[in-house]
Antibody
Framework: EVQLVQSGAEGKKSGESLKISCKAS????????IAWVRQMPGKGLEWMGS????????RSSPSFQGQVTISADKSISTAYVQWTSLKGSDTAMYYC?????????????WGQGTLVTVSS | QSALTQPASVSGSPGQSITISCTGT?????????VSWYQQHPGKAPKLLIY???KRPSGVSNRFSGSKSGNTASLTISGLQAEDEADYHC??????????FGGGTKLTVL
């Protein structure tokens, strides 16, 4: 069974750094893209970017490029997204999702989400 | 790149059919048969309903169907049930090697 288990909720202050994780199991981690998706309170889904753990190739949304770093550690089947300086507008639920195949064109399995709350 | 356009809300009575539209451009929905739809209940993660415009994953009810015409994709739910009340999101692959989501549509079952 494919599972994506995300790290727990985080409460941070503006300017702090943060790295959240997504641990995969039940499939070959290196042969499917992992996407990160933001959902701000009461809003729709926004694709942030994706990583192919096999070679760490990444694709990024222009809206998030330079704002976050997406990475993966294939030795522990875990993907990450990190911020160096959080802002209040980063308050959101963040989901990781696995692509349906090696192309990365669609996602099928989702993690449970990580709630990030940033206060001033 | 702009998000795909979905109606903010739709509603229907039990047993009826409803359709949710998802409008993109010739750089995403119009050029690729890579549109997917997700159902999201409050406080839950999205769940895949439709992929590649009109294919259903194993376990998804055949009351859910997808289609596409030009730059607009559609999700139809037939035989509405109370449990269908949720948010629905469309997603398309785009020419810039990116994924685009719609703004989401809230379905109310009257």
């Amino acid at each position: 069974e494919v599972q994506l288990v995300q790290s727990g909720a985080e409460g941070k202050k503006s300017g702090e750094s943060l790295k959240i994780s997504c641990k995969a199991s039940g499939y070959t981690f290196t042969t499917y893209w992992i996407a990160w998706v933001r959902q701000m309170p009461g809003k729709g889904l926004e694709w942030m970017g994706s990583i192919y753990p096999g070679d760490s190739d990444t694709r990024s949304s222009p809206s998030f490029q330079g704002q976050v770093t997406i990475s993966a550690d294939k030795s522990i089947s875990t993907a990450y997204v990190q911020w160096t300086s959080l802002k209040g507008s980063d308050t959101a639920m963040y989901y990781c999702a696995r692509s349906s195949d090696s192309s990365g064109h669609e996602v099928d399995q989702w993690g449970q989400g990580t709630l990030v709350t940033v206060s001033s | 790149q702009s998000a795909l356009t979905q109606p903010a809300s739709v509603s229907g009575s039990p047993g009826q059919s409803i359709t949710i539209s998802c409008t993109g451009t010739s750089s995403d929905v119009g050029i690729y048969n890579l549109v997917s739809w997700y159902q999201q209940h409050p406080g839950k993660a999205p769940k895949l309903l439709i992929y590649e415009v009109n294919k259903r994953p194993s376990g998804v009810s055949n009351r859910f169907s997808g289609s596409k015409s030009g730059n607009t994709a559609s999700l139809t739910i037939s035989g509405l049930q109370a449990e269908d009340e949720a948010d629905y999101h469309c997603c398309s692959y785009a020419t810039t090697n990116t994924l685009l989501f719609g703004g989401g549509t809230k379905l109310t079952v009257l």
